[in-house]
T-cell receptor, first 115, second 113 residues
Framework: AQSVTQLDSQVPVFEEAPVELRCNYS??????LFWYVQYPNQGLQLLLK??????LVKGINGFEAEFNKSQTSFHLRKPSVHISDTAEYFC?????????????FGTGTLLAVQP | DGGITQSPKYLFRKEGQNVTLSCEQN?????MYWYRQDPGQGLRLIYY???????QKGDIAEGYSVSREKKESFPLTVTSAQKNPTAFYLC????????????FGSGTRLTVV
C-alpha cells in the first residue's frame, strides 16, 4: 500500500536561512508527487508537483523540490525563508495510472520562521 | 475565475443536530472529495465521488453522508451519529485521473456545542 512519511512534525528556522522539509513515500509503482501549503484557517494551496521529466521541480514562492526515485524521496527546499512562509506543508502522492485518483497525504510539517 | 467555494466559513451547531456543509466548484472537474482535519492528524478522507450520482466511503465515513446530484456540487451532512464532529472540513476537486492534483476550497470550521 502507498504511504507518505514526513519525518519532521515541526521545523523551526530563522528568517533568511535555508530550509529543507523531508518527504518519503512508499509505492511499488510510479507516482505523481505534490507539495501543498496551508496557512492558518485556510485551504491547501498547491506549491509544486512532479509528474515526469526533470527531477528538479520549481514551484511558487521560491520553493523547489527534487524527486529521487532510488531513495523514494521528494524533499522541499527554499534557499532563504521569510516570516510569511510560516505555515503547514503537506507532501502527497497519487498512484500513476491507478483506478482511482485518491491523493495520499503525509501528516504535515509545520514550518515556523523566527525573526 | 474558476475555483471551489465552501460555505459557510464558520458553523456552530448544538449537539444532536444534523448539519450540511456546502461545496460548489466551477472547474468542470469530475471528481470531488471531503476531508476532515484535526490538529496533529493531517487530512483524513471522509467521502469521494468520481462521477455524478456515485460516491464512495473514505477512511472515516461513519456519521457522515453525501450526495452528488450535480457535477458542480458535493454537499456533506454531518449527522448526529458522528461522535466528535468539531473539526475543520475541506472540500476538493480534481480531474478524473488526478494528475494535476487537487484544488481545495477554503474550508468550513464546524463547532458543535
Amino acid at each position: 500500500a502507498q504511504s507518505v512519511t514526513q519525518l519532521d512534525s515541526q521545523v523551526p528556522v530563522f528568517e533568511e536561512a535555508p530550509v529543507e522539509l523531508r518527504c518519503n513515500y512508499s509505492s511499488s509503482v510510479s507516482v505523481y508527487l505534490f507539495w501543498y501549503v496551508q496557512y492558518p484557517n485556510q485551504g491547501l494551496q498547491l506549491l509544486l508537483k512532479y509528474l515526469s521529466g526533470s527531477t528538479l521541480v520549481k514551484g511558487i514562492n521560491g520553493f523547489e523540490a527534487e524527486f529521487n526515485k532510488s531513495q523514494t524521496s521528494f524533499h522541499l527546499r527554499k534557499p532563504s525563508v521569510h516570516i510569511s512562509d510560516t505555515a503547514e506543508y503537506f507532501c502527497a502522492v497519487i498512484l500513476y495510472g491507478g483506478a482511482t485518483n485518491k491523493l495520499i497525504f503525509g501528516t504535515g510539517t509545520l514550518l515556523a520562521v523566527q525573526p | 475565475d474558476g475555483g471551489i467555494t465552501q460555505s459557510p466559513k464558520y458553523l456552530f451547531r448544538k449537539e444532536g443536530q444534523n448539519v450540511t456543509l456546502s461545496c460548489e466548484q466551477n472547474l468542470n472537474h469530475d471528481a470531488m472529495y471531503w476531508y476532515r482535519q484535526d490538529p496533529g492528524q493531517g487530512l483524513r478522507l471522509i467521502y469521494y465521488s468520481q462521477i455524478v450520482n456515485d460516491f464512495q466511503k473514505g477512511d472515516i465515513a461513519e456519521g457522515y453522508s453525501v450526495s452528488r446530484e450535480k457535477k458542480e456540487s458535493f454537499p456533506l451532512t454531518v449527522t448526529s451519529a458522528q461522535k466528535n464532529p468539531t473539526a475543520f472540513y475541506l472540500c476538493a476537486s480534481s480531474i478524473r485521473t488526478g494528475g494535476n492534483g487537487y484544488t481545495f476550497g477554503s474550508g468550513t470550521r464546524l463547532t458543535v456545542v
